[in-house]
């Protein structure tokens, strides 16, 4: 949304449970909001673990698709005058661009059938949930894959390299704003959107010729080299990751896409019971240097003892014109015909 913004002068009638200061960080002004849970995904306990009976719960609340829901939400985009619906791995916007007549265009690095298989014994009645995704997700008018895609489409529309939002600040101006010295070691340690206790906050402050920016805390505080912020407070985390030397990550899709774009290297710690740790791990391993951390090290503080090497890490060249703008380029030129 922000590269369409910014190359076709795009406004969106954006459906979305993420707040809506997300958005104004990227595409301020460009949208109109509108609450709606649009997905499920995972019902999750904590960053690293997830919860798969309440996740069938919640996709059973969710599927088959309301008849009334379908019809509401494709009058309101027709009204709008929206001439695509564009779908974040969420199939419920390819059945509304369906009851609209308007082109659906799936953009994923994976789909939730595939995430879900494995946990069928565990919860057969994600088998029926399942099957009911798939069907829509195969009914896209247009089927992106954005890299590290974890299971390649039979015939995808388009395959970009990784989807990011673009910093909006220079390395310095944005260490100038956050109080940092231009040339201390800085760190991002950042769990994505699912707050955690941290138990190695103290082991951080030990390490006192390093500076921290840890995102996903329990609440907001700075504290010498040591700075927390909880899922409030508004960050703008590309320009995080520019300020940064390293980057400490739950290894998720977005991370490595930002991290890839500036040429950071990446410690990442991999969520075994989650099928897309395997391929997002493969394709780190093989594009950006770093290590692994398990997720005993990393809560227990251990990882910390390791992160010399991080930082004596060279930093990899900045990745070239990222996916955001080749999807753009796709939408304007072959979705909406220029």
């Known amino acids: ?57 919640a996709l ?24 695509a619906v564009l779908c974040d791995i969420a199939p419920l916007g390819i059945a509304v ?17 595939w995430i879900y298989e494995p946990l069928l014994d565990e919860a057969p009645a994600l088998a029926t949930l399942s099957a009911e995704l798939e069907r829509w997700f195969s009914r896209a008018a247009f089927h992106v894959q954005a890299e590290p895609f974890c299971h390649p489409a039979s015939r995808p529309t388009l395959v970009v390299p990784p989807v990011s939002r673009l910093p909006r600040r220079t390395r310095t101006e944005v260490r100038r704003e956050l109080g940092l010295d231009e040339e201390a070691p ?35 505080s700075s504290e010498g080299n040591v700075h927390l912020y909880d899922n ?22 977005n991370t490595i896409a930002e991290v890839w774009r500036e040429g950071r290297p990446l410690a990442w710690v991999a969520r075994p019971h989650f099928r897309e740790a395997v ?24 990882w910390l003892d390791r992160l010399p090497d991080l930082l004596a890490t060279d930093a990899p060249t900045p990745g070239a014109e990222g996916g955001a703008e080749r999807v753009a380029r796709f939408v304007l030129d072959e979705v909406l015909g220029g």
């Open 279 to 302: 391929p997002l791990g493969a394709w780190v391993s093989s594009r950006l240097p770093g290590f692994e951390i398990e997720p005993t090290e990393f809560e227990s503080g251990r």
């Open 232 to 253: 409030d407070t508004r960050i703008y985390m590309p320009d995080f990751v520019r300020a940064a030397d390293g980057v400490v990550a739950k290894l998720g899709y």
């Open 97 to 113: 661009a369906e009851r609209a007549r308007v082109p659906s265009v799936l953009v994923e690095n994976f789909t939730w059938p």
């Open 1 to 57: 949304m922000q590269a369409l913004a910014r190359m076709g002068g795009m406004r969106f009638e954006l459906y979305a449970a993420t707040p809506r200061w997300f958005f104004d960080e990227s595409i301020a002004g460009e949208y109109r909001y509108h609450e709606l849970r649009a997905d499920v995904g995972f019902v999750q306990r904590s960053a690293l673990t997830l919860d798969v009976h309440a996740t069938v719960s």
């Open 186 to 220: 800085t760190v991002v340690v950042t769990l994505g959107g699912v707050p955690q206790q941290l138990a190695f906050v103290d082991r951080m402050r030990a390490a006192s010729d390093v500076t921290f920016l840890v995102t996903g805390a329990a609440a907001t």
């Open 60 to 83: 059973s609340a969710l599927l088959p698709f309301d008849d009334v829901l379908l019809d509401g939400l494709a009058l309101e985009i027709r009204r709008a005058g929206c001439r």
